[in-house]
Protein backbone atom coordinates (compact mmCIF):
# COMPACT_ATOMS: atom_id res chain seq x y z
CA UNK A 1 0.00 0.00 0.00
CA UNK A 2 1.70 3.35 -1.30
CA UNK A 3 1.89 5.30 1.76
CA UNK A 4 2.37 9.30 2.34
CA UNK A 5 2.91 11.32 5.47
CA UNK A 6 1.23 14.12 5.89
CA UNK A 7 2.57 17.13 8.21
CA UNK A 8 0.10 19.66 9.61
CA UNK A 9 1.49 22.42 10.34
CA UNK A 10 4.32 21.67 12.90
CA UNK A 11 5.93 25.40 12.99
CA UNK A 12 7.34 27.42 15.72
CA UNK A 13 4.66 29.74 16.57
CA UNK A 14 2.32 26.69 17.16
CA UNK A 15 4.25 24.45 19.06
CA UNK A 16 6.62 26.60 21.77
CA UNK A 17 5.09 28.64 24.94
CA UNK A 18 6.64 31.96 23.15
CA UNK A 19 4.94 31.14 19.61
CA UNK A 20 2.58 33.81 18.48
CA UNK A 21 -0.52 31.59 18.46
CA UNK A 22 1.10 28.74 20.86
CA UNK A 23 -1.38 25.37 20.86
CA UNK A 24 -1.07 24.55 24.37
CA UNK A 25 1.11 21.53 25.76
CA UNK A 26 1.61 21.05 21.71
CA UNK A 27 5.96 21.02 23.27
CA UNK A 28 4.58 17.23 24.70
CA UNK A 29 4.16 16.26 21.12
CA UNK A 30 7.49 17.20 19.43
CA UNK A 31 9.19 13.73 19.95
CA UNK A 32 6.40 12.17 18.18
CA UNK A 33 6.22 14.92 15.04
CA UNK A 34 10.01 14.31 15.00
CA UNK A 35 10.17 10.12 15.13
CA UNK A 36 7.39 10.18 12.27
CA UNK A 37 9.45 12.47 10.15
CA UNK A 38 12.46 11.12 10.49
CA UNK A 39 10.48 7.36 10.22
CA UNK A 40 9.77 8.48 7.09
CA UNK A 41 13.00 9.85 5.51
CA UNK A 42 14.93 6.59 6.75
CA UNK A 43 11.58 4.55 5.03
CA UNK A 44 11.90 7.34 1.76
CA UNK A 45 8.07 7.35 2.50
CA UNK A 46 6.88 10.50 0.83
CA UNK A 47 6.53 13.37 3.28
CA UNK A 48 4.16 16.56 2.19
CA UNK A 49 4.13 18.93 5.05
CA UNK A 50 2.14 21.80 5.57
CA UNK A 51 3.25 25.39 6.72
CA UNK A 52 1.08 28.48 7.33
CA UNK A 53 3.06 31.64 5.02
CA UNK A 54 1.50 34.79 5.76
CA UNK A 55 1.84 38.31 4.47
CA UNK A 56 2.15 40.73 7.62
CA UNK A 57 -1.09 42.42 7.36
CA UNK A 58 -2.92 39.10 6.50
CA UNK A 59 -7.08 39.20 6.83
CA UNK A 60 -6.63 35.98 8.94
CA UNK A 61 -5.07 38.50 11.62
CA UNK A 62 -8.12 40.18 11.89
CA UNK A 63 -9.71 36.34 13.87
CA UNK A 64 -6.57 35.19 14.94
CA UNK A 65 -3.16 36.77 16.41
CA UNK A 66 -0.56 37.30 13.78
CA UNK A 67 1.56 34.84 13.65
CA UNK A 68 3.69 32.64 11.02
CA UNK A 69 4.62 35.55 8.75
CA UNK A 70 6.60 34.21 6.40
CA UNK A 71 10.42 34.44 6.70
CA UNK A 72 9.95 34.84 10.63
CA UNK A 73 11.26 32.38 13.07
CA UNK A 74 7.97 31.85 13.89
CA UNK A 75 7.13 30.22 10.46
CA UNK A 76 9.95 27.79 10.85
CA UNK A 77 10.07 24.37 11.41
CA UNK A 78 11.87 23.36 14.81
CA UNK A 79 15.22 21.57 13.54
CA UNK A 80 13.90 18.03 14.47
CA UNK A 81 11.30 18.12 12.08
CA UNK A 82 13.69 18.79 9.27
CA UNK A 83 14.16 15.93 6.81
CA UNK A 84 13.04 15.62 3.42
CA UNK A 85 9.62 16.76 2.30
CA UNK A 86 7.59 18.47 0.09
CA UNK A 87 6.43 21.74 1.24
CA UNK A 88 2.70 23.40 0.49
CA UNK A 89 2.65 26.98 2.08
CA UNK A 90 -0.60 28.09 2.57
CA UNK A 91 -2.56 31.39 3.77
CA UNK A 92 -5.78 30.00 4.70
CA UNK A 93 -6.99 27.45 7.20
CA UNK A 94 -7.36 25.20 4.72
CA UNK A 95 -4.44 23.51 2.93
CA UNK A 96 -6.72 22.83 0.04
CA UNK A 97 -6.22 26.28 -0.98
CA UNK A 98 -2.87 25.86 -2.04
CA UNK A 99 -3.63 25.23 -5.82
CA UNK A 100 -0.45 23.05 -6.48
CA UNK A 101 -1.54 20.31 -3.60
CA UNK A 102 -4.20 18.33 -5.37
CA UNK A 103 -1.45 17.75 -8.61
CA UNK A 104 1.35 16.92 -6.00
CA UNK A 105 -1.22 14.16 -4.14
CA UNK A 106 -1.99 13.34 -7.66
CA UNK A 107 1.72 12.19 -8.68
CA UNK A 108 2.23 10.40 -4.95
CA UNK A 109 -0.59 7.93 -5.71
CA UNK A 110 -0.27 7.13 -2.32
CA UNK A 111 -3.64 4.42 -1.18
CA UNK A 112 -3.05 5.50 2.75
CA UNK A 113 -2.22 8.97 4.06
CA UNK A 114 -0.96 8.95 7.78
CA UNK A 115 -1.81 12.71 8.93
CA UNK A 116 -0.50 14.53 12.44
CA UNK A 117 0.35 18.61 13.28
CA UNK A 118 -1.58 20.91 14.90
CA UNK A 119 -4.50 22.46 14.90
CA UNK A 120 -6.59 18.85 15.69
CA UNK A 121 -9.95 20.37 15.23
CA UNK A 122 -8.76 23.26 12.77
CA UNK A 123 -6.08 22.64 10.10
CA UNK A 124 -5.84 19.08 10.59
CA UNK A 125 -9.76 18.80 10.33
CA UNK A 126 -9.02 20.61 7.28
CA UNK A 127 -6.34 18.20 6.07
CA UNK A 128 -8.25 14.96 6.40
CA UNK A 129 -11.16 16.62 5.30
CA UNK A 130 -9.31 17.30 1.92
CA UNK A 131 -7.76 13.84 2.28
CA UNK A 132 -10.70 11.59 2.41
CA UNK A 133 -12.26 13.12 -0.79
CA UNK A 134 -8.87 11.11 -2.42
CA UNK A 135 -10.84 8.04 -1.52
CA UNK A 136 -7.31 7.03 -0.02
CA UNK A 137 -7.22 5.36 3.84
CA UNK A 138 -6.34 8.21 6.44
CA UNK A 139 -5.01 7.44 9.54
CA UNK A 140 -5.01 10.26 12.51
CA UNK A 141 -1.81 9.52 14.73
CA UNK A 142 -4.20 10.51 17.66
CA UNK A 143 -0.72 10.97 20.08
CA UNK A 144 0.98 13.85 17.45
CA UNK A 145 -1.70 16.07 17.34
CA UNK A 146 -2.38 18.59 19.87
CA UNK A 147 -6.05 20.73 19.79
CA UNK A 148 -7.15 23.97 21.26
CA UNK A 149 -10.36 22.65 22.18
CA UNK A 150 -11.17 19.15 23.33
CA UNK A 151 -14.50 18.59 23.24
CA UNK A 152 -13.78 19.54 19.61
CA UNK A 153 -10.95 17.58 18.95
CA UNK A 154 -12.78 14.18 20.43
CA UNK A 155 -15.87 15.05 18.03
CA UNK A 156 -13.84 15.48 14.86
CA UNK A 157 -11.70 12.23 15.95
CA UNK A 158 -14.64 9.97 16.34
CA UNK A 159 -15.21 7.64 13.41
CA UNK A 160 -11.98 8.82 12.47
CA UNK A 161 -9.24 5.89 11.82
CA UNK A 162 -6.94 6.52 14.48
CA UNK A 163 -3.62 5.32 15.23
CA UNK A 164 -0.13 5.92 16.92
CA UNK A 165 3.08 7.17 16.90
CA UNK A 166 4.18 3.58 18.14
CA UNK A 167 2.18 1.46 15.84
CA UNK A 168 3.31 3.50 12.77
CA UNK A 169 6.98 3.34 13.18
CA UNK A 170 6.73 -0.46 13.75
CA UNK A 171 4.68 -0.86 10.29
Known amino acids: MRTVFFDVDTQIDFLFPAGALYVPG ?3 IIPNLARLNQFAARNRIPLI ?3 DAHAE ?4 FRTWPAHCVAGTVGQSKPQSLLVQQHIVEKQALDCFSNPHLPALLDSLHAERYVVY ?3 TEICVLHAVTGLLKTGARVELVCDAV ?5 A ?4 MMSGLNLTTTG ?3 RA
Open 26 to 28: AER
Open 49 to 51: STM
Open 57 to 60: NDPE
Open 117 to 119: GVV
Open 146 to 150: MHLDE
Open 152 to 155: AAER
Open 167 to 169: EVC
